[in-house]
Structures are given as C-alpha cells and as structure tokens.
C-alpha cells in the first residue's frame, strides 16, 4: 500500500503570455487579465484581442460562460440542472439541456473506456466519506461502503440521446461532475471568448489549463509533489488543455489517519495508488475526466488508458514500495525537462 500524501502539485505558468501573444505574421493585439471566484476556485483569464475594450468583452464572456456552467453542473447549488435532475432520482424521466446531454455523453463514455474508474454517480460516496462537510468525522464502514456501493454505477443510468432525457433505476443514484465539470466549463468559456474576439488566451481553473487561439508556445510547469520548490518537468503548449488529478489539496485526517478525496467508485474506497497525474490533450473536458480515472486506475493501467486514447499525452506520478518517487510518461509526451 502506499503512502497517502499531503501533496503541492499543481500546474502553473511558468511564462506569461507574451503581450501580443503572436508572431509578426499576426496583427497587433492588446491584452486583458483578470481573475474572479467561482466554481469554488479562483478563475484566471488572460486573452488577447484587437482593442482594450475587446479584450474585456472577451474576458467578461469567458466568465458568464464558467458562471453558466456553474448553474448547470454544481452539486453544491440548490438552483442547478444537476440538482434537479438528482431530486428526481427514482420519480422517472427528466429532461435535460443541451450542455448538460454533452457532459453527460462524454461521463459515460469515459467511465465505459476506464472500466468504472470514472464514474458520474458517485455523489452517495463523496457524501457518505464527509467531503462536502467542514469536518471529518470518522471513515465510514464496510458495510455502509457495500449499502453505498448499491446505487453507484452508470448501469442505473438510463441516457436517451435522441430525446435528451435522463432516469436512474435506483432511487438513491446521484450524478456528481467534479472529476469533469471544470473542463467542461473551460472547453464553454473559450468557445464563448473566441465568438466575442478573442485571437488568443489562456483560462486556469483550480488545477486545470486550457490555451486556445493564435499565440506562441506557453511552458507549463508541472510541479513536484514531493518538492514544490523544483518544476517536475516543463510541458510546451500552444493550443490545448492540461489537467492535474492529486491528493494535494482535498484530504481528511482523523485520529492520525490520513486519507485522500478522490474516490474508487468499484470499491468505495479513497485512492492510493498515485501521487498525482497530469494529462495533455485538445479538449479540456476530456483531459479532466482522464486525469480522474487514471488516478484511480493507478500508473500501469492508467497509462494504458492514456496511450489509448487519441490525441492524448500524460505524466504519471507514483511512490514505488521503496518510497522513492517514480514517473510513467505516454511516448509522445512534449517535453523540455
């Protein structure tokens, strides 16, 4: 078994945007930043536009995109899509928006490629473990694990793509979109951005990264979990998404016991497998629901999943049973470390 860790990973960017985030081929662009709350973390945007106020429009777009999606997939707000959707868990057939088919598509298809590693309903298990609670109380039993396990699993979702409808066959059943929510929003916020005129920009959402547009190489700095103070590697990006998964920020002690957020929804059970795991790809939301199941999947299967999966590179971290930090990368993986 490993060791589960307090963790410092995260994905930083080692350089800022060059202010014209181009080459002389491009026209002159000016750029705007900006950072809010929301979705529970601090929101970044740097974009790049023809004019000043542009650029604001662009950023101010790329907000109501996030504050959008926010509406739509947070557990945590009693006036969301998904909140609706759980309160009518067993009561039959719901139907649902456009955004929320998309995510929902894309959850299930994941989950089905990970073997249930990434599963969408495991909000009984996230609320049985005490996370969305301000204290931690003791680790729940096996037996309340099992009674759990019950209604997790996307065999009790029922998804009718033509009619965009949803049912769950257990009444218990919860979706919950934290391990693919944030990409979601950043796949919408960049969309939004570039159709108000944006050329260019980078948005970070509590541990993941999206860079779209024209603009030049960006190095993204991985950090390492056992030593903040020295970048793991240095990843160059020019367009696309990197997303993190680690047990660095969310954990729960109790009785000088240590355990991780992140979730296996086969056993019921926090993850210890990895230390952390980074994953490089176009879309944001795919990168952030592949981060989750590799984490669980754990550094051999976890990489099988990334080296099958198109378009896809991925940095693996893990503490081998010598306690000496070890890392499987994809064979693609762009790297100047």
Not at 1 to 6: D, F, G
Not at 20 to 37: C, G, I, K, Y
Not at 166 to 195: C, S, V, W
Request: charged share 20%.
């Amino acid at each position: 078994m490993l060791k589960v860790l307090l963790l410092v990973f995260s994905v930083t960017l080692l350089a800022s945007v060059n202010p014209s985030m181009a080459d002389n081929s491009l026209p002159e662009t000016v750029l705007h930043e900006e950072a809010r709350f929301l979705m529970g973390t601090m929101a970044r945007i740097q974009v790049a536009a023809s004019t000043t106020e542009r650029a604001a429009l662009c950023a101010a777009a790329g907000y109501r995109a996030l504050d959008l999606a926010d509406s739509i997939f947070s557990t945590w707000r009693p006036d969301s899509e998904i909140t609706f959707i759980n309160d009518h868990a067993g009561l039959g057939v719901v139907k649902i928006s456009d955004a929320m088919a998309k995510v929902l598509s894309a959850a299930l298809q994941v989950s089905t490629a990970s073997n249930g590693a990434f599963d969408p309903t495991v909000l009984p298990l996230v609320e049985l473990w005490r996370f969305r609670q301000p204290e931690p109380g003791p680790p729940p039993s096996d037996s309340a694990i099992r009674k759990t396990l019950n209604a997790i699993g996307t065999h009790h979702v029922i998804y009718q793509a033509n009619d965009q409808t949803i049912e769950f066959t257990h009444p218990k059943t919860r979706l919950d979109f934290g391990g693919i929510a944030k990409g979601a929003a950043l796949d919408q916020a960049a969309d939004a951005m570039m159709k108000a005129g944006a050329v260019g920009g980078i948005i970070d959402l509590g541990g993941g990264l999206l860079v779209f547009g024209q603009g030049q190489d960006h190095m993204i700095g991985v950090v390492n979990p056992l030593d903040s103070t020295q970048p793991l590697d240095v990843i160059p990006l020019s367009n696309g998404s990197v997303a993190t998964s680690g047990q660095y920020e969310r954990f729960r002690v109790h009785e000088e016991k240590t355990w991780g957020h992140i979730l296996d929804p086969r056993s019921g059970k926090p993850c210890d497998q990895a230390l952390s795991v980074t994953v490089i790809t176009e879309s944001a939301l795919l990168a952030d629901a592949l981060a989750t199941a590799c984490f669980v999947l754990g550094p051999e299967d976890g990489l099988f999943l990334l080296e099958c999966t198109p378009g896809c590179e991925g940095l693996i971290v893990f503490e081998s049973e010598d306690g000496m930090m070890q890392r499987l990368s994809t064979s693609g993986l762009p790297s100047i470390n």
